[in-house]
């Protein structure tokens, strides 16, 4: 018959040092989570008050191409038709820098979206630890006996 093997168990030192470096490892997550959740806000806030500021002139541009065009209309001219034709190349420029801002803020709203669930999950799982942390880290307390009274008669 053959020998079993012995099976080793995991030590005590060993099981402490991978939950503390678990640990360790979640902290270290949630302040990256946390740094790169304000960095994409951050750039989220700016690319929206580009894609608001481009938006206002675009409408103003469509105005002023509206206006050219009237006025080329009514008396054609040299200088009414360059003023469309540069009215014209200008709002196309700014449609497509708008287009491209939108996707880029939707590229980051995305991003935002994931860090920010990220952030819940890693927060929540940080606070229980620490709390289970600090109950376990109280001293037990010793129960006081209960002194019996004896009734004597």
């Known amino acids: 018959m053959a020998a079993k093997k012995k099976v080793s168990h995991p030590k005590n ?3 402490s040092r991978i939950i503390d470096s678990s640990v360790s490892a979640l902290v270290t997550s949630l302040e990256k989570v946390d740094k790169a ?5 951050s750039e ?5 008050a580009e894609s608001r500021r481009l ?3 675009r409408a103003s ?11 080329h209309k009514k008396a054609p001219s040299a200088t009414a038709r ?14 497509r820098t708008l287009a491209k801002t939108t996707a880029a803020r939707s590229a ?12 819940k999950k890693l927060s929540a799982y940080v606070k229980h630890i620490t709390a289970t942390d600090r109950k376990l880290a109280k001293p037990k307390k010793k129960r006081a006996k209960a002194k019996r009274k004896t009734a004597r008669a």
């Not at 980051?108 to 952030?119: D, F, R």
């Open 13 to 15: 030192s060993v099981i």
């Open 61 to 71: 541009l469509m105005g002023k191409k509206k206006r050219a065009v009237a006025a």
């Open 108 to 119: 980051v709203t995305t991003e935002l979206a994931g860090l920010k669930e990220s952030l």
């Open 82 to 95: 360059k003023l469309v034709k540069s009215t014209a190349s200008e709002l196309a420029a700014t449609t």
């Open 55 to 57: 938006k206002k002139r």
């Open 37 to 41: 959740t304000s960095a994409a806000a």
């Open 44 to 48: 989220s806030k700016k690319l929206l």
